[in-house]
């Protein structure tokens, strides 16, 4: 028994240092994002309570979130027969705060996990006397950190604007149990791959996953009665039914799978050696392309994965979306009230639907984007980078082919979500929307080029402060969904905010064309700042 004690606790051995290093090197980011996803808690609740004042304007609301676009879209719909703000807040903004903060809990493990010992910082570590699951520890315990941090924060927000403290603990319990249970994910994801993209893709692909089933559930039994709802650690957070008639016995289930998958992470870092993932690595193809080579194919070998991953994502999102084309429309038919909260357009309230869908499915096409560019910064840390510029190849063009490789991808992404959209729109409307809907995921790609251009502009000019990215992401997204609710100027940083919102509104080319020249000069500011700064190395 003694022996067992003490080799444990010489696998711990180094454990409190780790984490003081840990809490230190991600104090800003912490800060940058508790500060980012409580401002805009704040805000928006507080742009809620203006508009919706009076029980007709929240019954009409009500109804709206109660179709199935809404639902899978926002939440269960909990409470829409007695529609207070508090509900509204649960129902439409719940899962747009726990987005972000399940990212930042991933992006934290695998920094200090995969990334750590991909770039040899780990290696360093473990030559001192650390313990093999000090690291683990360290990492897990910063996560956990920042995602109090921030619920606590995003708590305090929801009480000032005088909301129910049973309902905000509800509501930020649940946004922290997704953070704990993404960070047991990311921690099992860090054992299993030997690189830390592919980590993060696999980390990302569990999100993507997670959403789509607690969509569909959500869709086939409201109010969290279908198993598919279940089986999403959004569908728990969201069973509190906060702001309702709370009830926290849902966030016990998070809680446990997050304490089982972190028991899995240290059962599975015993069992590989260091600086190896448990999954086999992919040999790369022994001959490149006719027609991609050079820096361009080694890219795609290297993003194919997030790129697959992310895609399908967005693509099974569009698809879902045009299937349900025709229950929106058949909704507001049976209920004549709400045709005043759509704006008008060619084709209604479908239209205007298809108009707010493409945007947030553009956001998260920017947010691929930006892990893109996040994955060059991690090349640039484990010094590959460095050895790559070592010889014939220019820092434009390392950083230009991997930022060229992402436009692409998040181009052909947007295209294909928008022609099988159109498609299953045809299919379910009975009428043709495929060049209607390829068109409106067009329209936003100058959008989505910002999205990369602010990326790889705080790449080339603070790459450590590159959390400022995602705060920016998660702030394009909600202002995306919640900009008619918000105050006036609170969006105007969004570039959507300046894109027609088409199918719902007509062409114009003006604005368009001048997104589409911020894009390109933000992309290129950023790489000739990449090409004055230090690299690591």
Known sequence: MSAVVDNRSSELAGTRGLVRVALRLDRWRTAIWAVAVAGLTQVSVSGLSQVYSTPESLAGRAQLISSPAATALAGPGYGLDDYTVGAMTANELGLWLMIPVAIMALLTVTRHLRAAEEDGRLELVRSAPVGRDAPVVAGLVAAVVATVVVGGLTFLALVSTGLDAVGSLALTGGIVMVGLVFAGISAVASQLTAHAR????????????????????????????????????????????????????????????????????????GRRDLGTGLLAERLGRPRASARLSGMVALTVRRQSGAILSWGLGIVVMGVFIGLLAG???????????????????????????????????????????????????????????????????????????????????????????????????????????????????????????????????????????????????????????????????????????????????AMDWPPVLLLAAVAVALNAAGLAAFRRRDVVG
């Open 327 to 505: 229950e929106i429309v058949d909704f507001v038919a049976d209920e004549p009230q709400l045709a005043q909260m759509f704006p008008t357009g060619p084709n209604g309230a479908a239209a205007s639907a298809f108009a707010l869908y493409t945007v947030f499915l553009a956001v998260m096409a920017g947010a691929y984007a930006a892990t893109a560019v996040h994955a060059a910064r991690t090349e640039e840390n484990a010094t590959r980078g460095a050895i790559v510029l070592a010889g014939p190849v220019s820092r434009v063009r390392w950083l230009g082919s991997q930022v060229g490789v992402a436009a692409v991808a998040a181009t052909a992404i947007m295209l294909v979500t928008g022609l099988l959209m159109g498609l299953t729109a045809t299919a379910s409307l009975g009428e043709r929307s495929v060049a209607q809907l390829v068109g409106a995921t067009a329209v936003t790609l100058p959008a989505v080029g910002i999205m990369l251009g602010v990326a790889v502009v705080v790449m080339g000019v603070a790459p450590r402060a590159f959390g400022l990215v995602w705060a920016y992401v998660t702030y394009v997204g909600v202002v995306g969904l919640f900009a008619a609710l918000l105050p006036d100027g609170s969006d105007v940083l969004s570039p959507f905010t300046y894109t027609p919102q088409l199918p719902a509104e």
């Open 198 to 269: 592919a980590a993060s893709s696999l980390g990302m692909a569990a999100l993507g996953v997670a959403f789509l089933l607690r969509a569909v559930g959500d869709v086939r039994g409201p109010e969290s009665t279908s198993v598919l709802t279940w089986l999403s650690p959004f569908g728990w957070a969201q069973a509190t039914r906060a702001y309702v008639d709370e009830r926290f016995w849902p966030l016990a289930i998070g809680v446990v799978v997050a304490a089982v998958l972190v028991a899995v992470a240290f059962w599975l870092v």
